[in-house]
């Protein structure tokens, strides 16, 4: 039998208007935040978010508001949904409303580039000791669209605490939305971060016009990369196989649906970064992950050859085709991760 939650949703991009939807269909006391107070007001009198997720009908129950106090007191639960860059300013002004054995899910994807933390290290620089254990982290192949369309789905949540990342699962989980445990939070957030930049190297392959086999090389090698970086901050590399590493790398890789992957792919066809992000309205996270991945890996002494060269294109205004060239020409190696 359901027990309902009340539960906030802190951003109202297209991966948090659809989990706020799935949590309110499910039954739960949704309340969900949106910074642009047009927005509240469109989605309160139409039932649509026509800015981040057009087409799809939310449910009659969802409220809406742009007072980050409505969304945040009394909660059982905060899910945060915001892009990495601000997730500490929003963490902050929203922490003095925050219920003390409030439960808080992160589902945003990055690493903060001033610090180069991942977001649960800014999670427990921010929060009280008893808030910070009850953390965990969403993440997993999910196109924001076809779970809205409820299309099947599996995803994973991981925390320190076992108790916590079951909670968040049987809060979550529905018939369409499967939801795995997990107990690596570094493993499952640095997958979700990484994927990103390797999507938009993938989709500045396509852009060029290459096929199927440089794809799949640049996944399988940037799998590599991404386990690399993980294993030097403590994750364990089983997750790298799992939802968050794989599963969500060859998403972002592969499908239509992914802005990374189409930031790639208009580089690859020689558009200026300025320009194509000039016309997004949604946060393609792996543009900024991949200066904080780079600086990270550097700092770290780890390799991640993918990595430099998206950044030499994204920040050094590297040709595409060169920087596939060089990382083709690389000395020889031997396979390893």
Not at 63 to 85: C, I
Not at 102 to 110: C, D, E, L, N, R
Not at 248 to 274: E, F, I, P, Y
Not at 321 to 332: I, S
Request: aromatic letters at 6%.
């Amino acid at each position: 039998m359901l027990i309902p939650e009340k539960i906030g949703v802190i951003g109202a991009g297209s991966w948090g208007t659809t989990l706020a939807d799935l949590l309110a269909k499910k039954g739960h006391d949704v309340t969900l935040w949106a910074y642009e107070p047009e927005l509240v007001v469109e989605m309160a009198r139409t039932r649509y978010n026509s800015i981040f997720l057009p087409g799809i009908s939310l449910s009659p129950v969802l409220k809406f508001t742009n007072l980050l106090q409505e969304a945040v007191a009394d909660k059982g639960l905060l899910l945060f949904v915001v892009p990495s860059q601000v997730t500490r300013r929003v963490v902050k002004n929203a922490l003095p409303f925050m219920s003390p054995s409030a439960i808080i899910v992160s589902a945003s994807k990055g690493i903060e580039v001033d610090t180069l933390m991942t977001v649960s290290q800014v999670y427990r620089e921010l929060l009280p000791h008893e808030l910070y254990a009850n953390f965990s982290a969403l993440s997993g192949p999910s196109f924001a669209r076809e779970v809205a369309q409820e299309m099947p789905t599996a995803v994973a949540v991981a925390s320190e605490r076992g108790d916590i990342a079951r909670k968040v699962q049987q809060i979550f989980n529905t018939r369409k939305f499967r939801v795995y445990t997990n107990n690596d939070v570094a493993g499952v957030e640095l997958g979700g971060a990484i994927k990103n930049v390797i999507a938009i190297a993938a989709g500045i392959s396509d852009g060029l016009g290459f096929g199927h086999n440089t794809r799949a090389a640049l996944i399988t090698r940037g799998l590599a990369e991404m386990t690399r970086l993980g294993r030097a901050l403590g994750a364990k590399e089983a997750t790298f196989a799992g939802l968050a590493g794989m599963g969500d790398l060859v998403l972002t890789c592969t499908g239509d649906l992914s802005r990374n992957r189409t930031v790639g792919m208009q580089l690859g066809q020689g558009r200026r970064l300025a320009e194509i992000l000039g016309e997004m309205r949604m946060v393609a996270e792996g543009v900024k992950t991949t200066e904080s991945a780079y600086n990270l890996a550097a700092r770290l002494k780890v390799e991640m050859p993918i990595t430099e060269k998206v950044y030499e294109v994204l920040y050094q205004d590297k040709p595409a085709r060169e920087a596939v060239l060089e990382l083709m020409t690389r000395d020889l190696k031997a396979e390893d991760y």
